[in-house]
């Protein structure tokens, strides 16, 4: 059992469960704040300059209770949370795949400073499952070519700034096939474009990308 689980079970044993969303006792997340975590889909298109439109699938709307939701796995390595957001990428993969073929589940990697303190690549873990379920490899050729910055405090602009250019495929290896990208939440965009550019530029397509939640207001279809 790694050191990260073994921190789950400790911190599960010393604090009773409570809804990770309001912190009422009982289940981990209860029937009222479960309105705001209830899986459906949400579709979009996102594009910036001139590079290529890329669509993406959500299940969560972005609220208060899915930031808590996010927060609790990232941050707090709260297991019922991590499930939450594993079942809510899952669910919109298995909607992808009604539509495409998917021969690879790609993550999106998380800067170094987050991995340091946080003791894993969260969105790595989070596709375990889904590799899992769907018996779909998962590749993580992507890296940081350079230094960001958290992009929750920037707005539009300096996101798209902060992400320019800061993605590079690490393998040499050429991987043929379909790729679907992984995240957690999509706000502007932005992550999921340079992602999708450094693995095209690489010779991998993207036929698109799944996040747990998105944000408005970008434009959805249901």
């Not at 705001?36 to 609220?63: D, M, Q, R």
């Not at 902060?162 to 939440?185: I, P, R, T, Y």
Request: glycine share 4%; charged share 20%; proline share 4%.
């Amino acid at each position: 059992m790694s050191q990260v689980n073994l921190f789950k079970d400790f911190n599960e044993l010393l604090f009773p469960n409570r809804c990770i969303a309001c912190g009422v006792l009982g289940i981990a997340i209860c029937s009222t704040c479960r309105i705001g975590w209830n899986p459906h889909i949400f579709t979009t298109k996102i594009s910036h300059e001139k590079k290529p439109p890329l669509k993406v699938t959500s299940s969560i709307i972005y609220s208060t209770i899915a930031q808590k939701v996010i927060l609790a796995a990232k941050e707090s390595h709260i297991r019922k949370a991590d499930e939450l957001v594993s079942g809510a990428i899952v669910h919109a993969i298995s909607h992808t795949l009604k539509e495409e073929w998917i021969d690879y589940l790609i993550p999106i990697p998380s800067r170094s400073s987050a991995v340091r303190k946080r003791g894993r690549q969260f969105i790595e873990e989070m596709v375990e499952e889904s590799a899992n379920r769907f018996s779909i490899p998962v590749i993580t050729p992507l890296s940081h070519s350079r230094s960001v910055r958290d992009q929750s405090g920037l707005h539009h602009t300096q996101r798209w700034n902060n992400l320019d250019g800061a993605f590079v495929v690490k393998e040499s290896q050429q991987f043929l096939g379909k790729a679907l990208l992984v995240d957690d939440l999509v706000t502007t965009g932005a992550t999921l474009i340079e992602a999708a550019r450094a693995l095209n530029h690489a010779g991998i397509e993207v036929i698109g990308a799944v996040t747990a939640a998105i944000a408005q207001p970008l434009r959805l279809s249901r």
